[in-house]
């Protein structure tokens, strides 16, 4: 089994920064793809970004593209979100996800492991 814990959430202004991490443990997920998901208020959860086991391809979503970065770090057993230029619409609760397969995915019920999210509000 694999725990993900999200960190690094929080309130900032529009424009501002912040990094997610997603700390995995109980198992090492080097090999497994990873991905960011994100739900808003009344909204169904949706795709964020995701890199693959290799680290060689990172896919991301159009409205993102430009602005966040995920990386990951397979010595800490972790992944990152790093996310600049934020807009009041990227507010949402942003959740880590790991699909045991290295081959990254942008469907929800292709990941097997998912933390318990973290909240990020963007002010105006």
């Known amino acids: 089994q694999v725990q993900l814990v999200e960190s690094g959430g929080g309130l900032v202004q529009a424009g501002g920064s912040l990094r997610l991490s997603c700390a995995a443990s109980?198992?090492?997920?080097?090999?497994?793809?990873m991905g960011w998901f994100r739900q808003a208020p009344g909204k169904e959860r949706e795709f964020v970004a995701a890199?693959?086991?290799?680290?060689?391809?990172?896919d991301y979503t159009d409205s993102v593209k430009g602005r966040f970065t995920i990386s990951r770090d397979n010595a800490k057993n972790t992944a990152y979100l790093q996310m600049n230029n934020l807009k009041p619409e990227d507010t949402a609760v942003y959740y880590c996800?790991?699909?045991?397969?290295?081959?990254?995915?942008?469907?929800?019920?292709?990941?097997?492991?998912w933390g318990q999210g973290t909240q990020v509000t963007v002010s105006s």
């Open positions: 890199i693959s086991g290799s680290d060689a391809s990172r």
């Open positions: 109980g198992r090492t997920v080097s090999n497994y793809a």
């Open positions: 996800a790991a699909r045991t397969s290295p081959f990254l995915r942008r469907m929800r019920n292709e990941y097997n492991y």
